[in-house]
């Protein structure tokens, strides 16, 4: 089982009426305030952490990597993916 021990703190300050939205946000929950807020800001690094390595691509874009992807590998590209990497114990 992972280690869920709590050893770090993390501070903001809050206007009053923010403080109040979020306790409020949180008794909709049931959740404390800390409960609340942590779900929250995890669900949301998440996301912003997917959506950072996440590639869009428009139509145009998509449809010319699909075609790169049915062409022939060149050799340079064959050679360059037999070969052993750099950390890998066998190279």
Same mark, same amino acid.
């Given at each position: 089982?992972?280690?869920?021990? *709590?050893?770090?703190?993390?501070?903001?300050?809050? !206007?009053?009426?923010? /403080?109040?939205?979020?306790? /409020?946000?949180?008794? !909709?929950?049931?959740?404390?305030?800390?409960?609340?807020?942590?779900?929250?800001?995890?669900?949301?690094?998440?996301?912003?952490? /997917?959506?950072?390595?996440?590639?869009?691509?428009?139509?145009?874009?998509?449809?010319?990597?699909? *075609?790169?992807?049915?062409?022939?590998?060149?050799?340079? !590209?064959?050679?360059?993916?037999?070969?052993?990497?750099?950390?890998?114990? /066998?190279?």
């Amino acid at each position: 089982m992972a280690n869920t021990t *709590k050893t770090s703190r993390f501070e903001m300050r809050l !206007t009053e009426q923010q /403080r109040a939205t979020i306790e /409020r946000a949180a008794a !909709t929950r049931g959740l404390t305030l800390s409960h609340w807020a942590i779900n929250n800001l995890m669900d949301d690094a998440h996301r912003d952490i /997917r959506e950072g390595n996440t590639i869009y691509l428009s139509d145009e874009a998509y449809d010319d990597f699909v *075609k790169a992807l049915d062409e022939p590998m060149s050799p340079q !590209t064959a050679q360059l993916l037999n070969t052993p990497a750099v950390w890998d114990e /066998r190279a």
